[in-house]
């Protein structure tokens, strides 16, 4: 043993190669801390004075290479001076340049996933070779900076600077087969061989079979463009990833910038290039509120592993009501591994939700992420009944009919006959009272909601919600459940519309009362759109069902009579009156036409402007300003009134939950941070200019009294 530390070892063969191997104690991956970065300098140092040196392997003991910088320790680095940050940046380069300096040739034996500094890593050696179950990938676009560490530089170097400039603006994962067309690897294997691969690598370089210090010349000297080629990459790379960012996401086209500058410098100078990059980045609100995200998504998922800890996992489960939303619960049971029962009480409804999960699963087969024959094999997992057999033997029932209180404490008490006393039985309600629906139940304690949100193959959340009965095994056996099944559960406590469509309608109560006034709606879906949100609310009530807003419209109406009641007929009612209940009905806001995949294609019909003048005859034309404050206020308030009456229990589980819930625009790392960085005085003082309006539009005490103190929803 040359060298056994926290985090690595060094062992020399007795061919005078070393195996670095990555192994960081009390931790399930590798990751780079501070304590590892300096562990691998002095490991770099040593080996650098290691006589008659042959060669170098960095390996891994874990399931993975190393995932990336240890985010949390990392954080602190925004926050240093420009000058510091600029030296912990250089002191990374320093360390990579040294391995790739080293006097004799490195391979990267890349076992599992290799992201961020890990792959930077892998790029400062001379060759890597690749498990083909591995994946890699320089993220850091996601959390609003680029790679740092040499990312910018290597990469474009080694794959071609179209290549590099798609692999990190997209932030995307590659595996193992894309990574070797491209170049970024040597050679791929099977996961058991990968090191005994990459000590033949070192043999066939000692046998002058390969040469690596021409490599390194290469990869040292600018990239040889002609200014015509030069221009037609990057012209055509600007296009492609400015379309794909948006303009609240500055990382991506900022990595293009930097790699644009780096392929005409030789080495040195493109680090210190990158270096600058990376500060400008490092120091804008973009970065702060994706890594507060990314740290809050962390807390969340770790507190959904701590309350699934104990539990046994569904072995099976069963679907009340089958459709659209059956099928997709269905689909996503099946797709992860658990079987499931689908019940409905219509042949043509159970028809209809296996051909939902078939056509999902098609989906799948289409787009090369799944065989034939394991689709088949997942499909068969989904059974159909039009009774109550064998609901005796599964272990979780999710009811998912009609949004009708009365019908579903009926189908709710039934199932409850026919389960044994130990299953748990939840409601995939939206807005109505957990313990309301639990009033005619045997055994309330084995009951819960559990609220999928649509479609329920693409959306990461779902609600865990406490009935005031519910034990905690029945929510820990529902978290388990949620994330077998892929999702990033939320536990919230029980009132109407729990936590995510509690605060949305506000959103929406702001949106009626604009148009009430003559605002245009087509004008708020744009404005919206362009702050950040991924649909606008009337494109969004659409994708919603206008008939679904209606009637969770009226029970958050009777839930909150001071601020979600209205006077009138709204535009929603009226709508409703008409059958237009958006794209399931192809009219509401908008028309709806199939484009050439058969998906629904939003299109403006004039007729629509008729109908709301009956809701509105005379117009008003609202300044961007004024639409964007009209919707955020009193969504932010309802967010905050959750968060102090513990509906939801920590910032960082209503931020993810409303980001993953209802599309809160990412950039702004969700509603407490936006607060947080709006400042809540001054969040107040916005508030009192409408406060005309009604208490939707009113801040609470306690903001008031935050906003005295100057204080703030995150200590960080």
């Known amino acids: 043993m040359l060298y056994q530390g926290q985090s690595m070892t060094v062992v020399l063969d007795e061919c005078d190669v070393a195996t670095v191997t990555l192994d960081l104690a009390g931790e399930s991956v590798n990751k ?16 650098k004075h290691t006589d008659d040196l042959q060669g170098v392997i960095f390996a891994s003991a ?3 290479f190393v995932v990336g910088a240890d985010i949390t320790e990392f954080t602190t680095w925004f926050r240093l001076t420009d000058e510091d940050l600029m030296d912990q940046l250089l002191n990374v380069h320093n360390l990579f340049n040294d391995i790739s300096n080293l006097p004799c040739p490195t391979v990267a034996a890349i076992n599992g996933l290799a992201l961020g500094g890990g792959l930077e890593l892998c790029l400062a050696c001379d060759y890597r070779v690749m498990a083909d179950t591995a994946k890699i990938g320089l993220p850091e676009t996601k959390l609003g900076i680029y790679p740092g560490w ?45 090191n005994e691969s990459a000590r033949h690598l070192i043999q066939q370089i000692m046998d002058g079979k390969f040469d690596y210090r021409r490599r390194r010349d290469e990869l040292r000297a600018p990239m ?31 990595a293009v910038k930097t790699i644009e500058k780096c392929i005409s410098q030789d080495l040195d100078k493109a680090l210190e290039t990158e270096r600058k990059g990376f500060l400008k980045l490092a120091k804008g609100d973009v970065a702060h509120s994706l890594v507060k995200l990314f740290l809050s998504d962390q807390c969340v998922k770790k507190k959904a592993g701590m309350l699934a800890k104990d539990s046994e996992p569904v072995v099976k489960s069963a679907v009340l009501g089958a459709g659209i939303m059956g099928g997709g619960i269905a689909y996503q049971s099946a797709s992860k591994g658990t079987p499931i029962l689908m019940k409905d009480i219509h042949a043509e409804a159970l028809q209809l939700g296996l051909e939902e999960a078939n056509k999902l699963f098609t989906g799948q087969v289409e787009r090369g992420r799944l065989s034939a024959d394991r689709a088949l094999k997942k499909i068969s997992a989904i059974s159909t009944s039009l009774h109550y057999d064998g609901f005796e033997s599964v272990d979780f029932v999710i009811e998912a009919v009609v949004e009708n209180k ?12 026919h389960i044994s ?68 559960p939320i536990v919230v406590n029980d009132c109407p519309g729990f936590f995510v469509n509690r605060v949305l309608f506000p959103y929406f109560s702001g949106f009626s009362l604009m148009l009430q006034e003559g605002g245009d709606f087509q004008k708020i879906d744009r404005v919206m759109e362009e702050f950040g949100w991924p649909m606008g609310p009337a494109y969004l009530m659409d994708v919603v069902g206008i008939d679904t807003a209606f009637h969770a419209d009226q029970v958050m ?75 955020m206020v009193p969504l932010c308030i309802e967010t905050v009134r959750c968060l102090e009456e513990s509906i939801i229990a920590s910032p960082e589980e209503a ?44 801040p609470t005490e306690n903001m008031r009294l935050m906003a005295s103190k100057q204080q703030k929803y995150y200590s960080v």
Not at 406 to 417: P, T, W
Not at 665 to 694: I, K, R, T
């Open 32 to 47: 780079f801390n501070q304590a590892t970065l300096c562990e691998l300098a002095d490991v770099v140092d040593l080996l």
């Open 62 to 64: 874990k399931e993975a």
């Open 150 to 194: 040499g990312g910018c530089v290597r990469l474009p170097r080694l794959i071609g600077a179209d290549n590099a400039c798609e692999w990190i603006a997209s932030g995307a994962q590659k595996r193992s087969a894309d990574a070797f067309k491209d170049g970024a690897v040597d050679a791929v294997v099977s996961a058991n061989k990968v």
């Open 224 to 254: 040889a463009f002609s200014p015509i080629e030069k221009l037609m990459v990057f012209e055509s790379v600007r296009g492609v990833v400015g379309a794909k960012a948006g303009r609240h996401y500055p990382a991506p086209m900022a």
């Open 406 to 417: 009365v019908i579903k404490q009926q189908v709710l008490a039934e199932a409850e006959d």
């Open 421 to 488: 006393d130990h299953t748990v039985l939840a409601s995939n309600t939206s807005t109505i009272y957990i313990s309301e629906l639990a009033s005619n139940l045997a055994r309330p304690e084995n009951f819960c909601g559990m609220h999928f949100f649509n479609p329920v193959h693409r959306m990461p959340l779902v609600e865990v919600i406490r009935g005031e009965k519910t034990s905690e095994a029945t929510i820990s056996k529902t978290v388990t459940y949620a994330l077998a099944m892929g999702k990033t």
């Open 557 to 631: 109406a009777q839930g909150f009579p001071d601020r979600m009641q209205h006077e009138g007929k709204n535009a929603v009612d009226r709508l409703f009156e008409l059958k237009r209940f958006g794209q399931k009905s192809r009219e509401g806001f908008y028309t709806y036409e199939p484009d050439n995949k058969g998906k629904p294609k939003k299109v403006f019909n004039q007729e629509i402007y008729e109908i709301l003048d009956e809701i509105a005859p005379s117009k008003k034309e609202l300044a961007d300003d004024e639409i964007i404050a009209r919707m």
């Open 655 to 698: 931020d993810t939950g409303l980001i993953y819930g209802i599309g809160f625009p990412p950039y702004l790392g969700g509603v407490l941070h936006y607060l947080d960085q709006f400042g809540l005085q001054e969040f107040c003082f916005l508030a009192d200019q409408y406060s005309h309006l009604g208490k939707l539009y009113e």
